[in-house]
């Protein structure tokens, strides 16, 4: 049973992943998250994802927020909140992952003051960016200031 719930639970994030990247190309259909607003951006989705596939014990519930830039590029914001469900000790995080101006994919991680890092620790944190585009977020695991590992699907 516990095997069953685990891959519908990964075909859901899955599918959740790939919504996401044609709900950030294409104009929201729905209303975006009040904090996107309330913060100057457009257009705005929640997202859930975790690494229970690959690692397990990271958990993130984010809001991702975006506006045009008139360039074909996206001013971001990802306002977070991540929790260690069982990694106790690998320091629970999220990784954002996009596309830069340079064609190239680009990563970036709380540092290790932002990570959860005992069982049940939730952590809160927000990050913008400029001149990006396909930007996903990770639940991820790392024991360093690293780009971390054991992540589950984008979302």
Known sequence: MMQ?????VGALVALTATIGVVAFAAPASAAAPSICGA????NGRNTIVHNDLNGSGAYVYADVCWK???DGYYSTAVFWTVSDTEADGSGAT??????????????DVPPSSQRAWHYLD????DWGKGGIKNLYVRAC???ADSEAHHCGAKG
């Not at 069953?4 to 519908?8: H, P, T």
């Not at 913060?39 to 457009?42: E, K, L, Q, S, V």
């Not at 939730?122 to 944190?125: F, L, S």
């Open 94 to 107: 999220i990784r954002m992952e996009w596309t830069g101006t340079d064609g190239r994919t680009h990563y």
């Open 39 to 42: 913060a100057g951006y457009t």
């Open 68 to 70: 045009p830039t008139g």
């Open 122 to 125: 939730a952590v809160e944190g």
């Open 4 to 8: 069953f719930r685990r891959a519908l």
């Open 141 to 143: 695991l790392t024991n």
